[in-house]
């Protein structure tokens, strides 16, 4: 994955910082906007685990500050709701001068009822998804509620949230009075997609229900049972980015995606991060997915290992050399399945097999063969597994020729 720090402006001139998360290959198919909950930031863990899972699947992700938090300009107590959704424009009028106009919203939270009343303004969007979001922005009073008297008495009121002191000020809750979410989510008529968990005690399940009503369809709703609002189990975090990234190629333009003379000129790309461990983002051909370690390893075991993938290729390239083969011949050869692993043993005649030196790569490659074929077909077949061209690739002499870009 490529991260690039990026710096806009809002409406009020005032800076905002975020991370423009690209795929492998920097060639994006479609350029998705994220929106964090209420007083979070950009770097929370389920923001980031959710962007990754989008990159991952050929998105660019731009997720950002709100106005007053994190690294952006700006003081908290001054913003609002209304200023929330500014940004989230202000921060599309951003991709589209220098990337791509985004077609995706995602919002988390409040984020998440933000996104449905910027969808109204940013013509580019095709689909939108929420994560626990509120069915109307005024909810988030209750989260409030120790401050809520004095905010109406004096003007403002320091309020806990999650460990953290905010000052409130009296405008930030009548702004929420004027915002109705499901008039919005009514007259939206894009694609929309609400995941909610009914396990989520900060913003009820109830809200997920009050939305889907209200939309039109298409409309599609995920229960994230067992998840808590912040998505602070791992899997859960990534479980919502898988979904939202199949879910969302439906509504916008994917096939047709790269213009020919911007691919890579490599078959295969690979990036990781520091903070990553083992999970590496992969472009393989035209398709995404995840290299990792096993967790005995050290990884997390979210994809094949190296020498997993380097087996694969060899199971793949056997059974598609087989059934040619077949083909060709003429033989009914219904299935073919090839298991293959991969371990470093010593060599039959070494003279000193104690020394790891004298250990030598090893593929083991089982073939089930099932048809009408006779015991000299089967045995043809095996000859021919040795001359699939990956196999020939590994037992000829190779080259490895590094350069630094």
Same mark, same amino acid.
């Given at each position: 994955?490529?991260?690039?720090?990026?710096?806009?402006?809002?409406?009020?001139?005032?800076?905002?910082?975020?991370?423009?998360?690209?795929?492998?290959?920097?060639?994006?198919?479609?350029?998705?906007?994220?929106?964090?909950?209420?007083?979070?930031?950009?770097?929370?863990?389920? !923001?980031?685990?959710?962007?990754?899972?989008?990159?991952?699947?050929?998105?660019?992700?731009?997720?950002?500050?709100?106005?007053?938090?994190?690294?952006?300009?700006?003081?908290?107590?001054?913003?609002?709701?209304?200023?929330?959704?500014?940004?989230?424009?202000?921060?599309?009028?951003?991709?589209?001068?220098?990337?791509?106009?985004?077609?995706?919203?995602?919002?988390?939270?409040?984020?998440?009822?933000?996104?449905?009343?910027?969808?109204?303004?940013?013509?580019?969007?095709?689909?939108?998804?929420?994560?626990?979001?509120?069915?109307?922005?005024?909810?988030?009073?209750?989260?409030?509620?120790?401050?809520?008297?004095?905010?109406?008495?004096?003007?403002?009121?320091?309020?806990?949230?999650?460990?953290?002191?905010?000052?409130?000020?009296?405008?930030?809750?009548?702004?929420?009075?004027?915002?109705?979410?499901?008039?919005?989510?009514?007259?939206?008529?894009?694609?929309?997609?609400?995941?909610?968990?009914?396990?989520?005690?900060?913003?009820?399940?109830?809200?997920?229900?009050?939305?889907?009503?209200?939309?039109?369809?298409?409309?599609?709703?995920?229960?994230?049972?067992?998840?808590?609002?912040?998505?602070?189990?791992?899997?859960?975090?990534?479980?919502?980015?898988?979904?939202?990234?199949?879910?969302?190629?439906?509504?916008?333009?994917?096939?047709?995606?790269?213009?020919?003379?911007?691919?890579?000129?490599?078959? !295969?790309?690979?990036?990781?991060?520091?903070?990553?461990?083992?999970?590496?983002?992969?472009?393989?051909?035209?398709?995404?997915?995840?290299?990792?370690?096993?967790?005995?390893?050290?990884?997390?075991?979210?994809?094949?290992?190296?020498?997993?993938?380097?087996?694969?290729?060899?199971?793949?390239?056997?059974?598609?050399?087989?059934?040619?083969?077949?083909?060709?011949?003429?033989?009914?050869?219904?299935?073919?399945?090839?298991?293959?692993?991969?371990?470093?043993?010593?060599?039959?005649?070494?003279?000193?097999?104690?020394?790891?030196?004298?250990?030598?790569?090893?593929?083991?490659?089982?073939?089930?063969?099932?048809?009408?074929?006779?015991?000299?077909?089967?045995?043809?077949? !095996?000859?021919?597994?040795?001359?699939?061209?990956?196999?020939?690739?590994?037992?000829?002499?190779?080259?490895?020729?590094?350069?630094?870009?």
């Amino acid at each position: 994955m490529d991260t690039t720090k990026v710096e806009f402006l809002n409406k009020h001139g005032q800076k905002l910082v975020g991370r423009l998360e690209m795929p492998v290959d920097r060639h994006p198919h479609n350029y998705a906007l994220f929106a964090h909950c209420f007083t979070c930031t950009k770097n929370l863990s389920a !923001v980031r685990n959710i962007s990754k899972a989008l990159t991952n699947n050929g998105f660019a992700v731009l997720r950002f500050d709100f106005t007053g938090l994190g690294e952006s300009e700006g003081d908290f107590e001054d913003t609002n709701f209304s200023g929330n959704v500014g940004d989230l424009v202000a921060a599309s009028d951003y991709l589209k001068e220098n990337y791509q106009s985004p077609t995706l919203l995602i919002g988390h939270s409040l984020g998440g009822a933000a996104v449905i009343f910027a969808a109204a303004e940013i013509a580019s969007v095709k689909a939108i998804a929420t994560v626990g979001a509120p069915s109307n922005p005024v909810h988030v009073k209750h989260l409030l509620k120790s401050g809520i008297e004095e905010i109406r008495e004096t003007g403002q009121a320091v309020v806990n949230l999650s460990g953290r002191d905010f000052t409130i000020k009296k405008q930030f809750l009548d702004d929420l009075e004027t915002k109705s979410l499901p008039e919005t989510a009514k007259a939206l008529r894009k694609p929309l997609l609400i995941l909610h968990s009914p396990q989520d005690n900060t913003v009820g399940i109830k809200n997920a229900e009050e939305i889907y009503v209200a939309a039109h369809h298409p409309k599609s709703f995920v229960s994230l049972d067992g998840a808590d609002h912040l998505l602070f189990n791992k899997e859960d975090s990534q479980y919502v980015g898988e979904i939202i990234s199949g879910w969302a190629k439906r509504y916008l333009e994917v096939s047709d995606r790269v213009v020919p003379d911007l691919k890579t000129k490599h078959q !295969v790309a690979a990036s990781l991060d520091a903070e990553d461990g083992f999970t590496t983002q992969m472009k393989v051909g035209n398709h995404y997915m995840l290299a990792d370690e096993p967790e005995s390893f050290g990884g997390n075991d979210f994809g094949p290992s190296p020498y997993e993938l380097v087996s694969a290729g060899l199971s793949a390239c056997t059974v598609m050399t087989l059934q040619m083969y077949a083909k060709r011949k003429g033989w009914h050869l219904d299935n073919v399945e090839v298991h293959t692993s991969y371990s470093k043993t010593h060599a039959e005649d070494c003279e000193n097999c104690e020394d790891t030196s004298a250990k030598i790569d090893t593929f083991h490659r089982e073939l089930k063969i099932t048809g009408n074929l006779d015991e000299k077909q089967r045995e043809r077949l !095996v000859q021919i597994a040795d001359k699939c061209p990956v196999h020939k690739t590994l037992h000829s002499e190779t080259q490895v020729i590094t350069t630094l870009v």
